[in-house]
């Protein structure tokens, strides 16, 4: 990784030493992983939300998060709760009115901000290495104060992770009416681990309490502000773990759906 | 006992260079008492800051193998047998002398910040706080100025001229400490952070909170919520709307 | 107010503080709101002082917690705790004082842990009878340098507001050191000193000078004090005409970690013994039941079965003997050591690992846990620690009046550790932090007010000439290395004038330290004037050797032993010694000793105590001069 070198690190008024860093760890081992795992994901959902297919299983209702909520005239009408009105086209997600959001919502989520600023954009790439860039403006003017756009993307976040329950526990069904299986399992794991990284968001925890002076006087929602910080301080674990089931659910509904596998069931 | 290969930067703002230095290393023994050992045998004007040894002053800032970090608490085993050990002055600071920096610059910044503003009517003795409202602050308080957030946010480490517009961690934390006090009256501290302080500024890229002796999380606990009060004033759209509807400006509590 | 005279910046204002711990910066604030202009000098970086270290809390009845506390229960305490040698005006204005203080604080910014009522919290103490010590967690010192830190920005934001200028009223020089004091006719008029970044001379006139550097623990080897600590105060005030008292007391915390060494001398706190910690020998011996002394055995347990009944039911039992008083256990472990018994790096075991589980330790002892594992990468949970006594603070100090602080100069006063009198023979835990706050305000109050009516002062270009030739020595000298010289100078104080201490030993060392003087005076520093720490310490040796020496001298005139004064040779306090403060002078360079009455308590502090505790300390003649009162009988403890 290389640097520029408009660094003032070595500069005067500050000491003349030579090195950009004197790292002498593997320091470059974080943000190489990091880009590896975000380009793959975001490859594979690339793949998946233009896919339009494989996307709900009809024998137990399993519908992947990637398809909801299913809008358009295209969806499987089974799969969509809540209507079908956007038009079928090759380049429209069937979900196109939800992912924009869940996009945002990550794409301005502050861990990931810390995991991209420092990975892609060598900002810096790691403590005490150079910034890749000679002019450093942060997210004080356009286009990187959207940023501050987070809270908004999470309430439409929450909502669809409202729908995503909704969508997993509509999921216990089979051919003779009630079922469960192994599918059911996946939605609910990725539904719980979906919450946990979203409750725990920053902008959450602000709204539960963060923005309150006296705590004392507020003591439900000191309760809530309390589970959001603890969740919020594993937000980096969340962030990655639900990439992970968002991507396994989704191949979990992919591969029943297709066939490949059958899924396990225990009811019905 | 053994003994390792040191390289101490020495030098001034006219220039410098790494000084090796062969010196013995006891079992248990910290960076800092090493450096003192090179000073009482070998170089006698060697300089560096230090006061309680301990971790609570924050005075031995520097960095060792190019991580900030202060040296009381930089444990020799942390090393390898026959690693050589580099020490050199914190970079984002002007170089006095050897490891001595002028951190000026933070005590400039925290010059800058509105105080603490109580209330008129509270008398000293009629304060009444309860604990979980003032633990937030208390986290902040934890701080001992070492400034090795200071030292590492690459907004000024690597951009000399953000010095101006940016107040850096050290700062912000002290702005929440008191955004968050029970009984702080002032009510512009998140325009101040916003427009005069950088707030918008840092990326969170989190070295601040990686460096911090003390643990406080520097990012999530001080400057993420700032960002977010301002957020809450400043650009988000439902209470833009809110306001446009309800005509009224809902604040803080 | 500045300008530059042949290399020498020249200052004035009216009262300028030497030191910027707690004492220094809270005199600072009382002078700056009394209208005065201030120069406050910091040897270290602004908010650094050895205040930082202060983990306990700070002492004030404020009866937050238990209502029952009063300033009377307090100024009993303190009395008690210094076995009545204090300044007893001293004591009472300390502890009528410092709940005001402390709530002065609140205003100021400062954050205490609090009680369910949200008044501020108060914690139990050694000495103390009710809970009393307003505290932050283990970092009440750091809030403390914290606030009043804060308190200077915010009054200097105040003056730019007004005048357009952070520094005209109060400006803070940080990483300065003054060298010495310009007195003319017993009248004080300046100081002079160098910054430590460029070397550069600073000349400073001043109607009003507060000294507030603190204690001398830097001349012993093993300390829990910083660098700072060379007792620079105590040597500017003897060399500009005060005196010193009661120099020979000096408090050795009995349990300072001996291994590894990086960690040498720093606190671990008795609540580890209070939580369970017995102290061992390399026998694996629990010793301290064979170390209660007579007047203690109706209190502490005598079989380990008793003692470790008492952590659970204090009320039926009596206490471990490991939690004696301070002293008490300092002698019984160096007694363990000098038997052979200690370990290989000269301490003893003090250990809760096999007493205690690991999550109740880590609970309980949080801050050690962190200090042992971060600082020695010792799993105090796992393992024994590995602890001795270690030089912690100093009574004695600069005599002076209990009310304005004032020292026998005029125009120069003194407030917190470098004062002496107020702690007696022994300071009780949490009283330094009330100390210094309720005593550096008076002395920025005071000095101020000396400043409003004092005459102009002036230094003469000789007296600069002098102090800038003074202080350039070391440069031209041609002995020995300064480290060298200090370690020389720790060691003799170390092995003569320590814990324990004995006649012929002192005899001794005031030899040693003789012989020490010529090469002090001798030595040679290496390099240039910017910040050089080996020129530094140079010039910092003769105070370290002028308070040793005074350490000595009174060590050995006083033949008994009381608080931080032991003499093996004179065991047991004497009534007569009681009344005696010992008093040192420079005069023509030699500490010169004489004895002073200790002053008569008036009638109604004297009836806060029961006769038959007076009788303890006093001759009959001194307390039957009043009928005593009644007063609650409290168990006598140390100090933290």
């Known amino acids: 990784m290389s640097t520029t070198d408009d660094t003032s690190v070595s500069a005067p008024p500050r000491a003349a030493i030579e090195a950009r860093t004197l790292r002498t760890d593997n320091w470059m081992r974080v943000p190489v992983l990091t880009v590896l795992g975000l380009t793959a994901w975001v490859a594979y959902a690339t793949f998946r939300v233009f896919y339009q297919g494989n996307y709900w299983v009809a024998d137990y209702h399993y519908l992947t998060p990637f398809y909801s909520p299913c809008f358009s005239v295209g969806c499987v009408p089974e799969s969509a709760h809540f209507g079908r009105f956007l038009p079928d086209h090759p380049l429209l997600p069937y979900a196109a009115l939800s992912l924009p959001f869940l996009l945002a919502f990550r794409l301005t989520c502050y861990y990931y901000r810390k995991a991209y600023y420092r990975s892609f954009w060598l900002s810096p790439p790691a403590c ?16 990187l104060i959207g940023q501050n756009l987070h809270r ?117 | 006992m053994s003994t390792r290969t040191f390289r101490v930067w020495r030098g001034d703002a006219e220039g410098g260079e790494l000084v ?48 900030p970090r202060l040296t009381c608490m930089a444990r020799m085993n942390l090393f390898e047998e026959g690693e050589t050990v580099t020490v050199t002055p914190l970079r984002t600071f002007p170089i006095m002398r050897d490891l001595v920096t002028d951190v000026s610059f933070n005590y400039q910044k925290a010059r800058e910040t509105p105080s603490f503003t109580p209330p008129a009517d509270l008398a000293p003795g009629e304060y009444r706080m309860q604990q979980v409202d003032v633990e937030r602050s208390q986290e902040f308080r934890k701080c001992i100025e070492c400034f090795l957030c200071q030292n590492t946010c690459h907004v000024v480490r690597d951009h000399e001229e953000n010095k101006e517009p940016f107040a850096g961690p050290r700062v912000f934390i002290r702005v929440a400490e008191l955004d968050m006090h029970p009984l702080d009256t002032r009510t512009d501290r998140q325009d101040t952070a916003q427009d005069e302080q950088g707030l918008g500024y840092c990326n969170i890229t989190k070295c601040c909170t990686e460096v911090c002796p003390e643990n406080i999380h520097i990012t999530d606990n001080g400057i993420i919520p700032m960002k977010e009060r301002v957020a809450g004033d400043r650009y988000d759209p439902l209470v833009w709307l809110g306001r446009k509807i309800f005509r009224k400006g809902e604040r803080q509590d | 107010m500045s300008e530059t005279d042949n290399d020498v910046e020249r200052l004035t204002c009216d009262v300028l503080i030497i030191g910027a711990g707690g004492a220094g910066l809270r005199a600072a604030v009382e002078a700056r709101l009394a209208g005065r202009s201030v120069i406050v000098i910091s040897k270290s970086l602004f908010g650094k002082a050895h205040t930082v270290m202060a983990e306990g809390g700070a002492a004030a009845a404020m009866g937050n917690v238990n209502s029952r506390d009063n300033w009377q229960v307090h100024f009993r ?60 967690g283990d970092r009440t010192g750091l809030e403390l340098i914290r606030t009043l830190q804060q308190k200077l920005v915010s009054l200097q934001q105040d003056d730019a507001a007004a005048t357009g200028s952070f520094e005209d009223r109060l400006r803070v020089i940080d990483e300065a050191t003054i060298t010495d004091l310009f007195v003319s006719d017993g009248v004080v008029q300046g100081a002079f000193g160098y910054r430590r970044d460029t070397g550069s001379f600073l000349a400073i006139a001043a109607p009003s000078i507060v000294l ?109 003997p490991e939690l004696l008083p301070r002293d008490e256990v300092a002698r019984a472990i160096n007694a363990e050591v000098k038997a052979g018994r200690g370990t290989e790096h000269g301490g003893v075991y003090l250990d809760i690992a ?111 000439e002098r102090a800038a030739t003074n202080a350039l020595r070391p440069f031209t000298g041609e002995g020995e290395n300064p480290y060298e010289l200090q370690a020389a100078l720790q060691e003799v104080n170390g092995r003569l004038v320590g814990i324990i201490r004995r006649a012929s030993e002192l005899e001794e060392a005031l030899v040693e330290l003789d ?29 370290m050797l002028l308070c040793s020496i005074a350490t000595a001298k009174a060590a050995l005139e006083r033949d008994e032993s009381r608080g931080g004064h032991t003499r093996e040779d004179a065991p047991g306090m004497d009534p007569q010694w009681r009344k005696t403060n010992l008093v040192e002078t420079l005069e023509d360079g030699e500490v010169r000793l004489r004895r002073k009455p200790v002053p008569a308590m008036p009638p109604e502090l004297l009836s806060l105590f029961e006769t038959t505790e007076l009788a303890k300390y006093m001759t009959p003649e001194e307390y039957r001069t009043t009928a005593a009162a009644e007063g609650p009988e409290a168990e006598q403890e140390d100090a933290e």
């Not at chain 2, 004007?45 to 060792?64: F, I, T």
């Open chain 3, 515 to 543: 012989a020490l003087r010529p090469r002090i005076a001798n030595v040679a520093a290496a390099g240039g004037r910017a910040y050089n720490p080996g020129w530094h310490l140079a010039l910092d040796l003769e105070n």
């Open chain 1, 128 to 143: 005490a290495v150079p910034d890749g860039h000679a002019k450093y403006t942060g997210e004080t003017r356009l286009p």
């Open chain 3, 77 to 136: 305490d303190t009395m008690r705790g210094g076995k009545f040698l204090n300044d007893y005006r001293m004591a009472e204005l300390h502890a009528k004082e410092a709940p005001d203080r402390i709530w002065e604080l609140e205003t100021y910014g400062a954050l205490f842990d609090r009680t369910p009522e949200g008044k501020i919290s108060q914690r139990n103490f050694g000495g103390h009878e009710y809970p009393r010590l307003a505290h932050v």
């Open chain 3, 212 to 320: 507030a550097t603190g204690g001398i623990g830097r001349s012993f080897k093993v300390t829990s004090n910083s660098w700072e600590y060379t007792g620079d105060g105590h040597a500017l005030a003897l060399k500009a005409g005060a005196s010193l008292i009661n120099m020979e007391f000096i408090q050795f915390h009995p349990t300072g970690m001996v291994w590894p060494p990086s960690v040498r001398g720093i606190l671990v706190t008795e609540s580890v013994r209070g939580d369970g910690g017995v102290l061992t020998n390399t026998d694996g011996k629990r010793f301290m039941f064979d170390y209660i002394p007579e007047v203690f055995k109706a209190q502490y347990a005598d079989t380990p079965e008793e003692a470790d009944r008492w952590y659970t039911d204090p009320d039926h039992n009596r206490r471990p």
């Open chain 3, 354 to 464: 096999s007493r205690r589980d690991p999550a109740y330790i880590t609970k309980q002892l949080p801050s050690m846990y962190h200090q042992f594992k971060e600082l020695a990468d010792v799993d105090i949970t796992a393992e024994p620690m590995e602890v001795g006594p270690t030089c912690h603070y100093i009574m004695g100090g600069i005599e002076v009046d209990a009310d304005t602080t004032e020292t026998g100069v005029t125009g120069l006063f003194a407030a917190g550790e470098v004062s002496g009198g107020m702690h007696g023979s022994n300071r009780l835990g949490g009283n330094s932090l009330s100390d210094l706050l309720v005593f550096g305000k008076r002395a920025g109050e005071h000095a101020a007010a000396h400043a409003e009516r004092a005459e102009t002062v002036a230094i003469d270009k000789e007296s600069i």
């Open chain 1, 152 to 268: 908004y993307f999470f309430y439409v976040a929450l909502l669809i992770t409202l729908v995503n329950t909704y969508d997993a526990i509509l999921a216990f069904q089979s051919p003779a009416g009630f079922g469960f299986g192994l599918g059911n399992l996946v939605l609910l794991g990725n539904v719980a681990l979906l919450w946990c990284y979203t409750f725990g968001c920053h902008s959450c925890r602000h709204v539960m309490g963060g923005k309150l002076r006296h705590f004392s006087k507020h003591p439900v929602r000191y309760r809530l502000w309390t589970i959001a910080s603890v969740l919020n301080n594993r937000h980096m674990m969340w962030a990655w773990i639900t990439l992970g089931s968002l991507m396994l659910t989704d191949f979990y509904v992919m591969a029943v759906s297709a066939g490949w596998i059958s899924d396990l069931r225990f009811i019905n």
């Open chain 2, 20 to 67: 090796e230095f062969d010196v013995e290393v006891n079992e248990g023994e910290v960076v800092l008492d090493v450096i003192h050992r090179i000073q009482a045998e070998q170089a006698p004007d060697l300089a560096v800051r230090w006061n309680c040894k301990a971790g609570k002053c924050g005075s031995c800032s520097a960095e060792v193998n190019g991580m």
